[in-house]
């Protein structure tokens, strides 16, 4: 996918662990470890809502489009 | 009314469908039984006179009966397909991936029954055709229209399959 996940990224700026934010974003590891992965088909909107108020960030730190082929393609 | 759990319509149809299937399972055992008895006996019993139809005994009798144990294995099979639906239905998940095959092999049962059908009798047609004067073909559009909403709902389960996926995967 053109759309890569830089969660890994702004956990380390943070210095947050995983099992931290999905604590506090009320997120299982597991879901957290598929959007991380970038293995997610889809993100809720109120899920970059969490993530960016836990993080203290903007959507655009999380979210990176790199151009390459379609996944749908 | 409740869609699962006890007192629930689902409960019912699971009660139904499991009589339905031990039923079958007895019915098919009788026939197999039935078919290797009219096999073995010979045929100068005096108990043929009772059960003789259309002067059919011993191993014709057994070629019908087994037929009829065909008809009752492929309903067997269809049960167990739709009670197997019917289990994903129970644990909250009815779009399984496993549906779509299992609808889609109802729906060649539906037709293959009917297959059966026409089959059984043109050979039956054939057999006693000095007794049937006319050749019966018992074209039934009730059960070729099953087929057909069968593998509609096959499809549409198919759907359902692709959006459990894509829900699996959003977070």
Redesign the interface.
Known sequence: MAVRILLDRVLVERRMSLAELADRVG?TIA??T??KSG??????VS?IDSLCRELDCQPGDLLAFEPGPSDDA | MRALGPGSVSSLLKLVLDVIFFALWAALALLLVAALLALLLPSDLAFWGRIEAHGARGAMLSAGLLAFAAYVAVVLFITQRVRRIFTTLTMGDPFHPANVARLRNIGFALAGLELINYGVNLVTGWVFRDEFKTLRFPFNPTAWFAVLVVFVLAEVFREGARLRS?AE???
């Open positions: 997120l879901n957290l598929i959007l293995r997610a088909r889809a993100i809720r899920t | 894509e995967l959003t977070i």
